[in-house]
């Protein structure tokens, strides 16, 4: 039903910041908790960061806490994640992800919870 499309990559030196954004077209984006992904080559695939459907709740890897902040607006229907400071181990292809069956927050941080997932973005840090 809802569609995801990331936007904002792109290439970086370390401390550098970025801000990804994931746009839903649809009507149904608020009925839908939110989430990060990200996947570095030869890597599995981790959380980085969540955000409930009515954004009182935000949940962020340790790996990022402090450096990157997950955010929507439910007016323009869009998801963002500010990333500052970034490292060259944040180097991966970031994917945002929906997911509209949950019972608590220990569903956001594993990725077949979500149903919906855009096509992803490059985000490339150099040292």
């Known amino acids: 039903q809802v569609q995801l499309v990331e936007s904002g990559g792109g290439s970086v030196q370390a401390g550098g910041s970025l801000r990804l954004s994931c746009a839903a077209s649809?009507?149904?984006?608020?009925?839908?908790?939110m989430g990060w992904f990200r996947q570095a080559p030869g890597k599995e695939r981790e959380f980085v960061a969540a955000?409930?459907?009515?954004?009182?709740?935000?949940y962020h890897a340790d790996s990022v806490k402090g450096r990157f902040t997950i955010s929507r607006d439910s007016v323009k229907n869009t998801m963002y994640l500010q990333m500052n400071n970034l490292k060259p181990e944040d180097t991966a292809v970031y994917y945002c992800?929906?997911?509209?069956?949950?019972?608590?927050?220990?569903?956001?941080?594993?990725?077949?919870?979500?149903?919906?997932w855009g096509q992803g973005t490059q985000v490339s840090v150099s040292s």
């Open positions: 955000i409930s459907r009515s954004a009182r709740n935000t």
């Open positions: 649809g009507p149904t984006f608020s009925n839908y908790a």
């Open positions: 992800g929906g997911l509209s069956t949950y019972s608590d927050s220990n569903y956001f941080v594993r990725e077949n919870s979500y149903n919906v």
